[in-house]
T-cell receptor, first 112, second 112 residues
Framework: EAGVTQFPSHSVIEKGQTVTLRCDPISGHDNLYWYRRVMGKEIKFLLHFVKESKQDESGMPNNRFLAERTGGTYSTLKVQPAELEDSGVYFC??????????FGSGTRLTVV | GQQLNQSPQSMFIQEGEDVSMNCTSSSIFNTWLWYKQDPGEGPVLLIALYKAGELTSNGRLTAQFGITRKDSFLNISASIPSDVGIYFCAGSTTSGTYKYIFGTGTRLKVLA
C-alpha cells in the first residue's frame, strides 16, 4: 500500500507570505494527525482529524494556522501569514485506530 | 506541559558497539514508543511498550518500560552503519490515546 504522502518536501517562503502544506493519508485511514518539529526540539502534536472532523486541535500554535480535511481524504495545513518561528518540519501521520501511526516524510518549511 | 527528557542528545560510536539511550518524565506514562527517523524520512515505529516492566525486542533492538512508569530505555546491540539516524521516544499518559508526547531525539552516528 502507498504510504503517507506529503507535499511539498521543502518550502522556503518570506515572512508574511502564505504557505499550504498537503498530506495524503493511507487510503482507508480515518485518523489523520499533524505534528511539527522545530529545529533540535521535540516533535509536537498540532491536531487530529477523524474523517473530516477536527477531534483535537489543542496543539495548534495560534490562529495563523488553519487545517482542513476535505471529505475525510487529504488534509491541508495553511500558515497565513508565516512568521520566522514557524520554520520547522511538519509531519503528517495517519492510522486506522488511534495508535500505530504511519508518518509521512515531512515538509521542511523555512521562513526567511 | 508534560515533557520527556531524552538522553543523550547525540552519540558517536564505532561499528559493532552497543548503544543505550533513555527517556524520563515527571509524569506517569501508560504507553512508551520508540521511533527512528532516517534522513529525509518520517519517524518509523520500532517498538511499542504497554505495561510497566515490559521488555521487548525487535532484532538487535531492546526496549523496556520502566517499573515506575516514568522512564524507558532503548538498547541497540552490535551497531551497524544503517543504525544512523535520530531516535525518538514518545509516550502517552492515557491508554488508547491518539496524542503522543515526543522526546527531543538522540542523534546516532556510527563510524565504520
Amino acid at each position: 500500500e502507498a504510504g503517507v504522502t506529503q507535499f511539498p518536501s521543502h518550502s522556503v517562503i518570506e515572512k508574511g507570505q502564505t504557505v499550504t502544506l498537503r498530506c495524503d493519508p493511507i487510503s482507508g485511514h480515518d485518523n489523520l494527525y499533524w505534528y511539527r518539529r522545530v529545529m533540535g526540539k521535540e516533535i509536537k502534536f498540532l491536531l487530529h482529524f477523524v474523517k473530516e472532523s477536527k477531534q483535537d486541535e489543542s496543539g495548534m500554535p495560534n490562529n495563523r494556522f488553519l487545517a482542513e480535511r476535505t471529505g475525510g481524504t487529504y488534509s491541508t495545513l495553511k500558515v497565513q501569514p508565516a512568521e520566522l518561528e514557524d520554520s520547522g518540519v511538519y509531519f503528517c501521520a495517519s492510522s486506522q485506530r488511534t495508535y500505530g501511526y504511519t508518518f509521512g516524510s515531512g515538509t521542511r518549511l523555512t521562513v526567511v | 506541559g508534560q515533557q520527556l527528557n531524552q538522553s543523550p542528545q547525540s552519540m558517536f560510536i564505532q561499528e559493532g558497539e552497543d548503544v543505550s539511550m533513555n527517556c524520563t518524565s515527571s509524569s506517569i506514562f501508560n504507553t512508551w514508543l520508540w521511533y527512528k527517523q532516517d534522513p529525509g524520512e518520517g519517524p518509523v515505529l520500532l517498538i511499542a511498550l504497554y505495561k510497566a516492566g515490559e521488555l521487548t525486542s525487535n532484532g538487535r533492538l531492546t526496549a523496556q518500560f520502566g517499573i515506575t512508569r516514568k522512564d524507558s530505555f532503548l538498547n541497540i546491540s552490535a551497531s551497524i552503519p544503517s543504525d544512523v539516524g535520530i531516535y525518538f521516544c514518545a509516550g502517552s499518559t492515557t491508554s488508547g490515546t491518539y496524542k503522543y508526547i515526543f522526546g527531543t531525539g538522540t542523534r546516532l552516528k556510527v563510524l565504520a
